[in-house]
């Protein structure tokens, strides 16, 4: 403790360079708390927008159905009973059991009439489509209705509708299909059943979709009953998408409803079914190590020139030390506390200086345009209490580190040269 207290007092004698060391630690401290909460924010968005706006938190398939995905394999499906439905919501953390079917189509518009020979010819595009049930789909992927366009809604009767991306409804030319439109003028949706043979189902396009996440356009959802006439799959599903209590749970929730269901039914947590989504996140956390490292270095580096003046012109003082019976270590623990005083003020200062600023930008928002996305997604920074805890000590740690060379310089001083020493 008096080691501790002749620290701080020494630290006060020069105020000027202390105060300079102190800036140094708050703006790297501040700033590397300020990029972690930018990097978490922006980690939540990316989560949020593939997990709860597309895939889910777990899915369920039958056995190699994801090995087979890029077919969609309607053959690989399952009968969608209650009982099956009941065994998969009473594991624990299971929220909502929503069923799906994943299926390829082609929208067919009928002809223009009035229109030129060119013009007359209805347009037909290939989609990929995913058929849900709108009641319950919501609380498994709650920001698809956030992509909802203009006046559209997830209708909640079986009703032969059709939500449009709004890249390929302006592709199509085609447009929102009035309910004064008679069913004769619908667009007709075409695909291959499960057993090859194609079939086809008038539909009304009742809204558009945008998407805050780049990727292809040339797709639509349906309500599950709607293809489920389309492709004779009466009470058939290809997938069933679970909403759990918190997204960490997801692996255990897997492993539950997998031991549940048994060998014949495949479980798989979202960064299983999008595994480029968890790489992603990885290499954010280790650029951002790398800029870490750098801002630390920088400001260490500055501390190590602090303490080197320190000792040059505490050389005299440091030779009386040792006249008159200081232990050498007692020396390198004197300056290894200096260091580690001045990262604690300053680890402190700048994490609280961080926080803050992380704070404010989450409660406004930080609106950033993705590449190639119809909308905007919202960042909100934030970072955990324990990432804060860390920070002031990477900077107390580090301060002392930066502290040891000069302390050994110090310690390695001879009194009779050091009392001479002008």
Known sequence: MRLLSLAARNLLRNRRRTAISLVALVVGVGAMVGLRGFINGQQRVILENLVFGQVGAVQVHKKGYLANVQGSPLTLDMADSEALRQRIAAVEGVTTVSPRIAFGGMLSLPDVEGATDEESAGKTGFLQLTAF???????????????????????????????????????????????????????????????????????????????????????????????????????????????????????????????ALGPEYEVHTWDEVMPFVKQLVGHQDVIFGIMTSVFLLTVLLGIVNVMLMNVLERVREIGTMLAVGTRRWQVVSLFLLEGAVLGL??????????????????????????????????????????????????????ASLAALWPAYRAAKLRPVEALAHS
């Open 133 to 259: 049930d709108p009641a319950l789909e919501p609380r498994v992927t709650p920001q698809r209705v956030k992509w909802l366009g203009k006046g559209a809604h997830l209708s909640t009767v079986d009703a032969p509708e059709l939500m449009l991306n709004a890249d390929m409804a302006r592709s199509l030319a085609t447009e929102v299909t009035g309910a004064e439109v008679p069913s004769e003028r619908w667009p007709a949706l075409l695909s291959a059943d499960r057993d090859g043979a194609l079939n086809g189902e008038g539909v009304r396009i009742t809204g558009t979709l945008v998407s805050a996440t780049p990727g292809d356009r040339r797709v639509g959802h349906v309500p599950l009953a709607t293809a489920q006439r389309l492709l004779r799959m009466e009470g058939r599903v290809t997938e069933y998408a679970l909403a759990v209590t918190a997204l960490e749970d997801a692996p255990r929730v897997r492993d539950g409803v997998q031991a």
């Open 345 to 398: 003020v300053g680890g402190l200062l700048g994490a609280l200086v961080g926080w803050a600023v992380t704070l404010w930008l989450g409660h406004r928002g930080i609106v950033l345009p993705a590449p190639g996305a119809q909308a905007d997604s919202i960042i909100r920074p934030f970072v955990s209490g324990l990432y804060l805890v860390r920070a002031v000590g990477m900077a107390t740690v580090g």
